[in-house]
C-alpha cells in the first residue's frame, strides 16, 4: 500500500492506517491462490486494511449523525463559524496590529510636534477693577516674578523639591507614563484633573502650553517632556520649573516666594524653608499658613514631614539633622503696592468670587486652576460696590471704633479686628465692604474670614427654622412669638440625648418667657431648648439654605448658642433672605466679568427659590424689631440721634470670652453686618478676648459687647446712608412689628443675688411683673423695675447692656 493510499485509507477510516511494514507482512502471509490474477490477490490482501473496524466505525458514526438530525448539524455549525472567527492567531494579529497602529500614532506624533516657544500667557495681563459706576478702583496684575539662576540656590533647596514631586528625577525620561495614562482616563472619564505628572512635564504645562485639561494637551505635554529632557540638561528643566510655579500670595518662582514668604533672597533659604515652598506648590490656596484652615495647617505640615522624610530615603539628608529639624512658619503677608486701605480686599474677594464662577460654570476644573486664570489677567471686572456707600462704611468705622483705640496705652487695642459687609436685599448686590484698617497692614479680610463665632447672631436663624417647620414643644404646643419658655440659667435641656445646660449671660434668670422676650433679652436656656424641640438636624439644614456653611457640623444642643464660624458676608446673606421674605440673597461683589479669552457673565439675579416660607420669614422679621426697640440694641440703634423713623430689625452678639462681638440689622432697603474680632497683634495671631478695648467706653465691666461698637457702626453707617423711610412689608400676625403687647407670663426677671449661691427656686414677689400688658409702647424706657413683655420698654436688665454685672470671661457656654 503506497502513502497515497495510506492518507486516503486515514481520510475514509477515521483513524490512522497500518503501517506499510505491516502491510508487507500481511502480503507474505497470505499469498494468494493458484489460479488467481495478481489485481485479485491483491484486493484480497488490502481489505482487512481498509475495512474491518475503521469501516464499522465509520459506518457507525454515519448511523449517529443521521440519528442526531439537522439540530446537531447546526449546533456544529454554529461551533464552528465561532472557532473560525476567534482563533487564537487572529487574535494576536488584531493585537499586535492595533499596537502597530498606536506606535506609528505615537511615532508620528513625535516627529510632528516641536518644542513651541515660551507660552504668550506667561506674559500676564492686568485686570482692572471697577465701582459700580464704572469709576476705576484699582489695575492688579503685575507680575511679581524674578527668575534666579538655579546655580545660587542651595542644593539641598533644589533637592526639597525633587523630593515633594518627583524623586526620579534626575534618572527618568522626563515623563511618568503611568501617570500620564491616568490623567488621559480620568479627562475622559470626566473626573478633572489629575496628579501624577514629573517635573518636566509640569514645566512643560507651565511654560509652553496651558492649563486646560484635555487629551490633546496631555498627549503634546508628554511627547514635549520627552523632547526636552533628551535636548536640555537636568538643571535646565528644574531651574524652569521653579521659576515658573506659582506658590501663592501673588508670587511667581522661587525668588519671589522666598520673599513673600519668609522676607529673604532664594539663596538664603534653608532647607526647612525649601521643604515648604515645595509643599505650597502641590495648593497654594489651601496651604498659605497665614489663610489655612485647620484642615489646611495640618495639610501642609504632612506634606512637609513628607518632603524632608523623601530626602533622607534619597540620601539627600542626613536623619540626625532631618529630626532635630522644626517646622518654619511663614511670616505674615505682606500686600503689593497700590492696594492700600480697603482696595486690596476689594480687589482679593473680587478674584475669589471670580474663580468660583468659573469653576461653577465649567470653565476651570477646580479653584486653583480657575484662581489661575483670574492672575492670567485681560479681566475687566465691574463691581457692585457704591463708592458712596463704601466711604462712609469706611467713615463709620473710624469714627465709632478705630479713632478711639490707643495701642500704645492698651495693648489689647492693637488685638480689635473689624469687619462688614453691606448688602442690598433686592438684588444681592455687595454694596460696601471693610475688611480691615487697611490691606497693607492686615492682610487677611474680615469681612470674609470665617474662624469667629458668629454668637447669638445665630438665634433668628433657631427661630426662622421652629415658624418654618411648625415646631411645636416638648408639650405639643405650636412654637410662636408668644409661646412660653423656661428662661432659668443652666437649665438642662429636655428630649435630648446629649445633657446641655447653657448659662445665661451673668448666669440671669428669667423663669417663664414669651419668645419675643427671650430674643429680646438674648436668653441662651430658651434657644438650647427651642433648638431640641426643632430638631437640631433641621436648624442645621435651614442654617444652610439661609446661607451658611453646615456640612461639616455636628447636630448637637450647643450648636444653638452660634460655636460655628461665620464671616460678616455670610451674616449678611442669612439675614438678607429673611428680609426678602425668604428667598434665598446671595450677597455677590461682582456685577461683571469680561474677557476676551473666556465666557462673560454678569450677575443680573443673585436671587434664588424659597427657601423658607414666606410668613416664616416676616414673622422672625417681626420678631427682630423687637430687639431693636426693646432689647439688646435699644441705645445703640432705637435712640440713636441719626434714626429718623427708619424700620429697623437686627440682632447682637457676643462669643465665648468675648472674643468676637456682633451686629446684623436690616431695613426693608439695606442688610448690614458688622463683627469685631479679638486677633493678637502678635504671631501666630491667636483668638484672645476683646475685654478692655477702648478702656470700657461701651461698658462698665470693660466688655465689648454686640450692643456696643458693632451696633454704633452700624448705626452711624445704616442711618447716614439709607435716609429713606419705608416700613417692612411683613404677612404675619405676630411678633413685635404687628403686635403692641403680649400676655405677660408670670416671672422673676431679676438677676441672681451676687450673695446667693443658687438660684431662687420661685420668683420674686417684690417687684412684681405687670399682671397686664401694656396697652401702648412708652417711647423712652421705664423707670419702674417691673418686667413687663417685649411689647412694653421696661428696664428689665438687657443681657447687652453693661449695667447688668459682671460676666465670666472664660464661660465657654456664652452665645450672647
Given at each position: 500500500m503506497g502513502r497515497a493510499e495510506e492518507r486516503r485509507a486515514r481520510q475514509r477510516g477515521g483513524r490512522r492506517a497500518a503501517p506499510r511494514s505491516r502491510s508487507t507482512e500481511t502480503e507474505s502471509v497470505a499469498p494468494p491462490a493458484p489460479g488467481t490474477g495478481a489485481g485479485t490477490a491483491t484486493a484480497t490482501t488490502t481489505a482487512p486494511v481498509t475495512g474491518g473496524r475503521a469501516a464499522a466505525r465509520k459506518g457507525a458514526k454515519k448511523a449517529g449523525k443521521g440519528a442526531k438530525?439537522?439540530?446537531?448539524?447546526?449546533?456544529?455549525?454554529?461551533?464552528?463559524?465561532?472557532?473560525?472567527?476567534?482563533?487564537?492567531?487572529?487574535?494576536?494579529?488584531?493585537?499586535?496590529?492595533?499596537?502597530?497602529?498606536?506606535?506609528?500614532?505615537?511615532?508620528?506624533?513625535?516627529?510632528?510636534?516641536?518644542?513651541?516657544?515660551?507660552?504668550?500667557?506667561?506674559?500676564?495681563?492686568?485686570?482692572?477693577?471697577?465701582?459700580?459706576?464704572?469709576?476705576?478702583?484699582?489695575?492688579?496684575?503685575?507680575?511679581n516674578r524674578e527668575n534666579v539662576d538655579l546655580a545660587t540656590i542651595p542644593k539641598a533647596v533644589q533637592h526639597t523639591f525633587v523630593a515633594a514631586e518627583n524623586k526620579s528625577f534626575y534618572n527618568d525620561h522626563g515623563v511618568d507614563f503611568r501617570g500620564t495614562a491616568r490623567g488621559v482616563l480620568n479627562t475622559l472619564m470626566g473626573k478633572g484633573a489629575q496628579g501624577g505628572s514629573t517635573i518636566t512635564q509640569q514645566y512643560v504645562k507651565n511654560y509652553y502650553l496651558s492649563q486646560e485639561q484635555t487629551v490633546t494637551r496631555k498627549l503634546k505635554e508628554l511627547v514635549i517632556s520627552l523632547k526636552l529632557d533628551r535636548e536640555k540638561d537636568k538643571d535646565y528643566i528644574l531651574a524652569g520649573y521653579m521659576n515658573t510655579s506659582y506658590y501663592g500670595r501673588g508670587a511667581y518662582g522661587i525668588q519671589a516666594a522666598a520673599q513673600a514668604y519668609y522676607r529673604v533672597d532664594a539663596d538664603k533659604l534653608t532647607v526647612e524653608q525649601g521643604a515648604y515652598l515645595a509643599a505650597l506648590l502641590q495648593a497654594p490656596s489651601q496651604y498659605d499658613?497665614?489663610?489655612?484652615?485647620?484642615?489646611?495647617?495640618?495639610?501642609?505640615?504632612?506634606?512637609?514631614?513628607?518632603?524632608?522624610?523623601?530626602?533622607?530615603?534619597?540620601?539627600?539628608?542626613?536623619?540626625?539633622?532631618?529630626?532635630?529639624?522644626?517646622?518654619?512658619?511663614?511670616?505674615?503677608?505682606?500686600?503689593?503696592?497700590?492696594?492700600?486701605?480697603?482696595?486690596?480686599?476689594?480687589?482679593?474677594?473680587?478674584?475669589?468670587?471670580?474663580?468660583?464662577?468659573?469653576?461653577?460654570?465649567?470653565?476651570?476644573?477646580?479653584?486653583?486652576?480657575?484662581?489661575?486664570?483670574?492672575?492670567?489677567?485681560?479681566?475687566?471686572?465691574?463691581?457692585?460696590?457704591?463708592?458712596?456707600?463704601?466711604?462712609?462704611?469706611?467713615?463709620?468705622?473710624?469714627?465709632?471704633?478705630?479713632?478711639?483705640?490707643?495701642?500704645?496705652?492698651?495693648?489689647?487695642?492693637?488685638?480689635?479686628?473689624?469687619?462688614?459687609?453691606?448688602?442690598?436685599?433686592?438684588?444681592?448686590?455687595?454694596?460696601a465692604m471693610y475688611g480691615g484698617t487697611s490691606y497693607t497692614d492686615h492682610y487677611l479680610n474680615n469681612a470674609t474670614r470665617t474662624d469667629y463665632q458668629p454668637a447669638s447672631t445665630f438665634k433668628p436663624v433657631i427661630l426662622a427654622a421652629a415658624f418654618d417647620e411648625n415646631a411645636v414643644t416638648q408639650d405639643d404646643q405650636k412654637i410662636t412669638a408668644n409661646t412660653i419658655y423656661d428662661g432659668t440659667s443652666k437649665r438642662p435641656v429636655v428630649g435630648s440625648d446629649i445633657g446641655f445646660a447653657p448659662e445665661n449671660e451673668d448666669d440671669q434668670d428669667y423663669g417663664p418667657v414669651t419668645v419675643q422676650t427671650a430674643l429680646n433679652k438674648s436668653i441662651n436656656s430658651v434657644f438650647a431648648q427651642m433648638g431640641v424641640d426643632v430638631g437640631m438636624d433641621k436648624v442645621l439644614k435651614v442654617a444652610d439654605e439661609l446661607g451658611m456653611d453646615t456640612k461639616d457640623l455636628r447636630a448637637v444642643p450647643a450648636q444653638t448658642l452660634g460655636t460655628m464660624g461665620a464671616s460678616p458676608l455670610q451674616m449678611a446673606g442669612v439675614y438678607a433672605t429673611l428680609d426678602n421674605h425668604g428667598k434665598k440673597v446671595t450677597p455677590t461683589i461682582i456685577k461683571s466679568a469680561e474677557n476676551s479669552l473666556h465666557p462673560s457673565f454678569k450677575h443680573t439675579a443673585p436671587i434664588g427659590g424659597q427657601v423658607i416660607d414666606r410668613e416664616a420669614a416676616d414673622s422672625v422679621t417681626s420678631v427682630l424689631t423687637g430687639v431693636i426697640d426693646d432689647g439688646t440694641a435699644k441705645k445703640s440703634v432705637r435712640d440713636n440721634p441719626l434714626r429718623r423713623g427708619q424700620k429697623v430689625a437686627g440682632k447682637t452678639g457676643t462669643s465665648d470670652n468675648n472674643k468676637s462681638a456682633w451686629f446684623t440689622g436690616y431695613t426693608p432697603d439695606l442688610v448690614t453686618s458688622v463683627g469685631l474680632f479679638g486677633e493678637s497683634a502678635k504671631a501666630p495671631h491667636p483668638q484672645v478676648p476683646l475685654t478692655g478695648a477702648t478702656n470700657g467706653l461701651t461698658s462698665d465691666d470693660g466688655r465689648v459687647n454686640g450692643g456696643g461698637f458693632p451696633a454704633q457702626i452700624w448705626a452711624a453707617y445704616t442711618f447716614g446712608v439709607s435716609t429713606k423711610v419705608t416700613k417692612f412689608d411683613l404677612e404675619t400676625d405676630q411678633g413685635a412689628a404687628v403686635q403692641t403687647a403680649v400676655p405677660s407670663p408670670s416671672a422673676s426677671s431679676s438677676p441672681k443675688p451676687s450673695t446667693s449661691p443658687s438660684p431662687s427656686p420661685k420668683p420674686s414677689t417684690s417687684p412684681s411683673p405687670s399682671p397686664k400688658p401694656s396697652t401702648s409702647p412708652s417711647p423712652k424706657p421705664s423707670t419702674s423695675p417691673s418686667g413687663t413683655p417685649s411689647g412694653d420698654t421696661s428696664t428689665e436688665p438687657s443681657t447687652d447692656d453693661p449695667s447688668t454685672g459682671s460676666r465670666e470671661p472664660g464661660n465657654p457656654l456664652f452665645g450672647q
Open positions: 438530525g439537522k439540530g446537531g448539524a447546526a449546533g456544529k455549525k454554529d461551533k464552528s463559524l465561532i472557532r473560525r472567527l476567534f482563533t487564537w492567531k487572529k487574535i494576536l494579529g488584531t493585537f499586535l496590529g492595533f499596537a502597530v497602529a498606536v506606535i506609528g500614532a505615537f511615532i508620528w506624533l513625535y516627529v510632528s510636534t516641536p518644542i513651541p516657544a515660551g507660552n504668550p500667557d506667561a506674559d500676564l495681563q492686568s485686570n482692572v477693577y471697577k465701582y459700580g459706576n464704572g469709576a476705576v478702583l484699582a489695575r492688579d496684575g503685575d507680575v499658613w497665614a489663610a489655612a484652615s485647620d484642615v489646611g495647617k495640618r495639610l501642609v505640615q504632612a506634606r512637609w514631614n513628607y518632603v524632608l522624610d523623601n530626602m533622607v530615603g534619597q540620601d539627600w539628608l542626613d536623619k540626625s539633622k532631618r529630626d532635630a529639624m522644626h517646622f518654619p512658619f511663614p511670616k505674615d503677608p505682606q500686600a503689593a503696592p497700590g492696594k492700600e486701605g480697603q482696595i486690596g480686599y476689594l480687589v482679593d474677594a473680587a478674584n475669589a468670587e471670580l474663580a468660583d464662577q468659573l469653576v461653577a460654570t465649567g470653565v476651570a476644573d477646580n479653584y486653583e486652576s480657575a484662581a489661575a486664570l483670574v492672575r492670567k489677567g485681560g479681566w475687566n471686572i465691574e463691581l457692585n460696590i457704591d463708592k458712596k456707600k463704601q466711604k462712609a462704611l469706611e467713615t463709620s468705622v473710624k469714627e465709632q471704633l478705630t479713632s478711639k483705640l490707643d495701642k500704645k496705652k492698651r495693648s489689647v487695642d492693637a488685638d480689635v479686628q473689624a469687619g462688614a459687609v453691606s448688602v442690598n436685599p433686592k438684588t444681592g448686590a455687595v454694596e
